[in-house]
């Protein structure tokens, strides 16, 4: 019986854990007891319920700043060290003419612009914003766009972790 009260509340703080690191963060742990173990559950509930709402806050964060950026008339556009495109909004989609499979591509890959990807280059190299006027792709109504390239650094300001480009057109 001892050995039953103290098994079944750590198998289920298990199971939960489990549950929790494979994405049901809305899983709980029943609290039945006040000593330890119930002061334990409780302590790891009440961690649950912090992590659970840090992520509904920045997931509302990422939904308005998605939003913000969809209704943009700029084209926006986040690349890695790489240059490999990790975002577009609609706007930088439509000027650059992007398929929809450009994420993890490289822009030289997917547009094929040699004046972006200097420009790209200069950011990386210098670690300053570039600036410059670049010719957009012939199906573009506007023929040419006003590009910047801001290199976004770590906490160190050592290298780039990644760049944003903005267009307008």
Do not use: W
């Not at 040699?114 to 950011?123: I, S, T, V």
Request: charged letters at 25%; proline letters at 3%.
């Amino acid at each position: 019986v001892t050995a039953g009260r103290i098994t079944r509340p750590i198998r289920e703080l298990t199971q939960t854990t489990k549950a929790i690191a494979a994405g049901d963060i809305t899983s709980r742990v029943t609290v039945s007891t006040s000593d330890e173990l119930g002061q334990l559950s409780r302590h790891f509930n009440q961690m649950a319920e912090r992590v659970e709402a840090q992520i509904d806050e920045i997931s509302q964060e990422r939904d308005g700043m998605d939003i913000i950026l969809s209704k943009m008339i700029e084209g926006v556009l986040l690349s890695g060290e790489a240059f490999d495109i990790t975002y577009a909004n609609p706007a930088a989609i439509t000027m650059l003419e992007l398929s929809n499979n450009y994420q993890g591509r490289t822009l030289i890959e997917m547009n094929r612009n040699p004046d972006l990807q200097n420009l790209l280059e200069h950011a990386r190299d210098t670690g300053t914003i570039g600036m410059a006027e670049i010719r957009l792709p012939a199906g573009i109504k506007e023929r040419e766009a006003d590009v910047t390239v801001v290199p976004v650094t770590d906490l160190t300001d050592v290298a780039a972790i990644c760049y944003v480009v903005v267009l307008h057109a």
